[in-house]
């Protein structure tokens, strides 16, 4: 992609113009997702844990997209406290974020950097040339472009994900075109909903910026992290409904190596659908 391609393109059409195809596939298709079923949210957090520690073991300068989500709070401690037990070293590692509101500065207690600063990146000790984040208060066209060239220089080795309840993944909404890069997007209305919550009496951001579907297909390896009752049913979605941009999680099934990881209540509908146990 070159900068003409963004300013041409990106700044000025939709995602569904400037693909030009369906964003639903609406067919039953793509690969089992591998599901690892653990009791409770810190079980299966530790699961998650192990496995970036393995992809770091084996590669000491992984490219790593972490979430921004609260599930993902009780992981970040389990990495924070294997890298103080010498158990893995992030010393080497490029941390990527995955989303951020248009609008909202880093220092903000509900922007995206704010969360990983706080639960990830300074008690790991990550240096700044370490962290690729977009900057909520830049220009987010170019923000977008900027990640693209960052994430496409060596790709992503292992990219972490949340699910919301509206089915997206970082912050790709429903609807949002399957073969998408990063880009602004509009908020859905159950995301706005949550935001109102953490930024009560103040305006609220109405777009984000996002890695594309695409983006999360085109890293190594995929793993997402679930948990609670609430997720159960959108959760049975994205794994055995159809592929549709509806249910963004859904594209999971077309990369070669995704697998969740949830707890037992996350799960309860999946079991119900294919016998897991």
């Known amino acids: 992609m070159t900068r003409s391609d963004k300013n041409s393109l990106g700044r000025y059409k ?42 770091i073991s084996d590669n000491s300068k992984a490219r790593v997209s972490f979430a921004s989500g609260t599930t993902h709070v009780s992981l970040y401690h389990c990495l924070v406290s294997m890298a103080r037990e010498g158990e893995v070293d992030f010393g080497g590692i490029e941390a990527f974020g995955q989303n951020e509101f248009v609008g909202l500065p880093a220092s903000h207690s509900a922007s995206c950097r704010h969360f990983l600063d706080t639960h990830l990146f300074r008690p790991l000790a990550l240096k700044d040339s370490q962290i690729h ?19 496409d220089s060596h790709g992503i080795d292992l990219m972490i994900l949340g699910l919301g309840m509206n089915g997206h993944v970082a912050m790709c ?48 390896q995929c793993v997402i992290l ?52």
């Open 14 to 55: 939709p995602w569904a113009e400037f693909f030009g195809r369906d964003v639903s596939t609406g067919r039953n298709e793509g690969r089992l997702v591998d599901v690892t079923i653990a009791k409770d949210v810190e079980s299966a957090s530790v699961s998650c844990a192990e496995v970036v520690r393995q992809v």
């Open 133 to 151: 984040h977009f900057n909520g208060t830049g220009d987010a066209f170019e923000q977008c472009f900027e990640m693209d060239c960052q994430v």
């Open 173 to 220: 909404e429903p609807d949002i075109p399957l073969d998408g890069r990063c880009a602004v997007v509009d908020l859905h209305a159950m995301t706005l909903a949550g935001l109102s919550a953490r930024i009560p009496g103040v305006k609220k951001p109405s777009q984000a910026m996002t890695i594309g579907l695409r983006t999360i297909q085109d890293s190594r």
């Open 226 to 277: 679930v948990s609670g009752k609430e997720k159960a049913q959108v959760l049975a979605q994205a794994l055995y409904g159809p592929v549709t941009s509806k249910v963004p999680a859904s594209s999971l099934r077309l990369h070669k190596n995704a697998r969740v990881i949830c707890d037992r209540a996350a799960a309860s509908e999946t079991i119900e659908r294919r016998g897991h146990s």
